[in-house]
Every structure is written in structure tokens, then in C-alpha cells.
Antibody, heavy 126, light 109 residues
């Protein structure tokens, strides 16, 4: 059974960089897309970005200037760095997996998140 | 940018009733890129439906998805007590990545 576990500081000061790592167990990190998604308390879900195991990345245009993602296949981990944080970045941060499976019938690679971490709360405060 | 609008915001029903949740996109979305999730308090979202109508592994058959273009629907045929939660739709676009609807809260009447 695939499991994802987020780790990192729960408290970050304003203007500093938020750093989180997601460790994947029970399966290989290879040949999947890996995303970070966040959720402020009582609010909806916001996708931050994704990385493929080749290192190729895609970021949410609204956060792109502050986001860096990386992957370490030897450790089955991928990471998020979000710079210049403010109180608006306070949220539960989830990591999630997207399979890369070609659908012969439609000619598309369906896009969805099939496994999620439990989430980690990051608070931005001095 | 494609915006997903879910309705209603809150749906009050009783166990055993049928629930119909709507997700409307501001532009046409490929069915392959439309998914539905269930989220309970304090938990991560759980994948229910992908490709607009395919049930994820282990999801009961009382959950079904339908729709195409700009209008998608999640139907729960007979509500069980454990189905009361918040439901999100999600789409993917090559330029903007993934976006979610604002959610529908399904509460016990």
C-alpha cells in the first residue's frame, strides 16, 4: 500500500522560506507525477505545483515566482520550497500522487490524485 | 483560466436519500481531466471518481459520476451515514495546472 508522509517545520517566520519533504513508501517514486496541494483552515484546495520523476516541473501560475520543487529518487522523496511567505501561506500542506497512465480509449492521460499524505499544518507567524 | 463552480454550497439530506452534486466549468473540460473527491474533517481528500465517470479503487457503487463539456455531476444513490462530508471537483488544464471547485458540503438533515 502506497503511503505518503509530509515532514517539515510547523512554524515559519514571515519573509522566510517554507520547506517541506514528502516521503513515499510502499511503492516506487518513479514514473509518477508528484504534487503539493494546500488548504487554509476552513477553505478549499489549492494546487501548488507538481514534479515528474525526471525532474520536470509545473507550477501554479499564481505561485510560480516563489515555488521550487525537487525530487530525490534514491530516497523516494520530493520536496517543496516556498519563499517569501506571509500569513496568507498558513495552511495544511498535502503531498499527492498522479499516475501517468495512458487511456487508449480517449487518447489522454487522465489527471487526478489517487494517493494523498495526511497533511501537515504550516503556520506563518513571527 | 478555467473556473469550477460547485452547487449547491450546502446540501441537507437524510440517510437513504439520493444526492446530486453539480460541478460547472467556465470552459469546456476534457472528461479525462475531471475528478471528484470526498473530504471529512481532519482528513485528506479521498479520490472517488476520475475521468468524469470511473470509480476509484474501493469506492462503493452507490457513487457515480457523469457529464461532459462544462457540466459534470456526482450522484450518491442512497446516502449512508459515512457519506456526509465535503465534496470537491477538480480539473486539469495544460496552462494553469489543476484547479478545484469551492466544494459542496453534504450535511445530515
Amino acid at each position: 500500500q502506497v503511503q505518503l508522509q509530509e515532514s517539515g517545520p510547523g512554524l515559519v517566520k514571515p519573509s522566510e522560506t517554507l520547506s517541506l519533504t514528502c516521503t513515499v513508501s510502499g511503492g516506487s517514486i518513479s514514473s509518477y507525477y508528484w504534487s503539493w496541494i494546500r488548504q487554509p483552515a476552513g477553505k478549499g484546495l489549492e494546487w501548488i505545483g507538481r514534479i515528474y520523476t525526471s525532474g520536470s516541473t509545473n507550477y501554479n501560475p499564481s505561485l510560480k515566482s516563489r515555488v521550487t520543487m525537487s525530487v530525490d529518487t534514491s530516497k523516494n522523496q520530493f520536496s517543496l520550497k516556498l519563499s517569501s511567505v506571509t500569513a496568507a501561506d498558513t495552511a495544511v500542506y498535502y503531498c499527492a500522487r498522479t499516475p501517468r497512465v495512458y487511456d487508449i480509449l480517449t487518447g489522454y492521460y487522465p489527471q487526478y490524485f489517487d494517493y494523498w499524505g495526511q497533511g501537515t499544518l504550516v503556520t506563518v507567524s513571527s | 483560466e478555467i473556473v469550477l463552480t460547485q452547487s449547491p454550497g450546502t446540501l441537507s439530506l437524510s440517510p437513504g436519500e439520493r444526492a446530486t452534486l453539480s460541478c460547472r466549468a467556465s470552459q469546456s473540460v476534457s472528461s479525462s481531466y475531471l475528478a471528484w473527491y470526498q473530504q471529512k474533517p481532519g482528513q485528506a481528500p479521498r479520490l472517488l471518481i476520475y475521468g468524469a465517470s470511473s470509480r476509484a479503487t474501493g469506492i462503493p457503487d452507490r457513487f457515480s459520476g457523469s457529464g461532459s463539456g462544462t457540466d459534470f455531476t456526482l450522484t450518491i444513490s442512497r446516502l449512508e451515514p459515512e457519506d456526509f462530508a465535503v465534496y470537491y471537483c477538480q480539473q486539469y488544464g495544460s496552462s494553469q495546472g489543476y484547479t478545484f471547485g469551492q466544494g459542496t458540503k453534504l450535511e445530515i438533515k
